[in-house]
């Protein structure tokens, strides 16, 4: 793995799972792996867990992250190439990040869409533009188009669940439902999640949304997609929650239908599935009350895991330098 920006950067998805189980059951067995090594954690938004998790994942490995808040506290950067910088962006990214490369063994960056121009979001060019200039193996925080810790934490969920008891021994069946939200959100965590289950390979994946709230094909092509959350949701193991913005017609709401709220009526003809959501969540927009405070939500087990997640990245890149 040379940066962790998507699913096709992992040759072995469940050796990688294996890999963060082994962390979690020992957070300390390669405490020296990351000595004299420092993680430049670069936020342009907002973040709780990836943070925080990240930064415990580091630490684990005896590694130093630290982090930047390059929204509040650094200079306006720019990443268009050949731009004439008269307006109010301060710095180039190709004059930023080799210094980065040189201050860092591993750079990792949160960048959020404008959810203005679909094809600049879709481009990529923020994480894109700091692989290419500094240098050293960069790992996504969430970009534009993709939150792969997330996902990955998603996986090992779903792995540590199904050997539990739901689904053991079989396909589980998973669903992603879009629900409603007060603004309008990225894709990222939904296009994400259905990337890794495609590339994962190990589930029946159907993903429920409204009439036009169609994902990106390129992340979406395997699973079955259908407008009928009721019919969906029949005999699923797994309900992963989420709200997303339109793609096509880029970055808007179409509904807001309190209808599509998972509630533990809705769970009543799934397989008594467990519930999914990456956080933060709208209580009683997204998800009801019942359902995050009731015996069908690993939420919390699921953003606990963005640790080991990040920790199983974070060793194989740092294995990779030796
Ligand atoms: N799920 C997630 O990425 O949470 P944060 O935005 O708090 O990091």
């Not at 997204?286 to 009731?294: K, W």
Request: hydrophobic share 40%; glycine share 4%.
């Amino acid at each position: 793995m040379k940066n962790f920006i998507s699913a096709h950067d992992v040759k072995d998805i469940d050796g990688l799972v294996q890999s963060a189980l082994a962390y979690k059951a020992d957070p300390f067995k390669d405490k020296t792996l990351g000595t004299n090594k420092r993680i430049g954690m670069l936020f342009l938004n907002p973040s709780m867990r990836t943070r925080l998790s990240t930064q415990i994942a580091a630490q684990n490995l005896g590694a130093e992250p630290i982090v930047f808040n390059v929204d509040k506290e650094g200079w306006a950067l720019e990443f268009e190439e050949e731009a004439i910088m008269s307006g109010n962006k301060v710095e180039h990214v190709k004059d930023a990040a080799p210094i980065m490369g040189n201050y860092f063994d591993i750079l990792c960056i949160r960048t959020f869409p404008s959810l203005k121009n679909k094809e600049e979001d879709y481009s990529e060019l923020y994480i894109n533009q700091f692989i290419r200039y500094s240098g050293i193996p960069v790992v996504s925080l969430e970009s534009g188009t993709l939150h792969p810790l997330q996902s990955f934490t998603d996986i090992i969920t779903i792995n540590e669940v199904m050997k539990g008891g739901v689904a053991a021994g079989r396909r589980p069946k998973i669903v992603l439902t879009w629900a409603p939200h007060v603004k309008a959100l990225p894709q990222a965590v939904p296009n994400s999640f259905a990337q890794w289950v495609n590339a994962w390979g190990k589930a029946d994946f159907v993903i429920t949304h409204p009439e036009d709230y169609d994902l990106d094909p390129k992340f979406t092509t395997g699973a079955t997609i259908t407008h009928d959350q009721d019919a969906a949701l029949k005999d699923a193991d797994f309900v992963y929650v989420k709200n997303w913005s339109t793609y096509n017609d880029y970055g808007k709401i179409y509904t807001n239908d309190p209808e599509w709220m998972m509630t533990n009526d809705k769970l009543k003809p799934t397989n008594n599935a467990k519930v999914m959501h990456c956080l933060p969540v709208r209580r009683n927009v997204e998800l009801s009350d019942e359902i995050l405070d009731g015996p069908n939500s690993v939420v919390t087990q699921e953003a606990s895991n963005r640790v080991w997640a990040a920790q199983a990245v974070l060793a194989e890149l740092l294995r990779n330098k030796k």
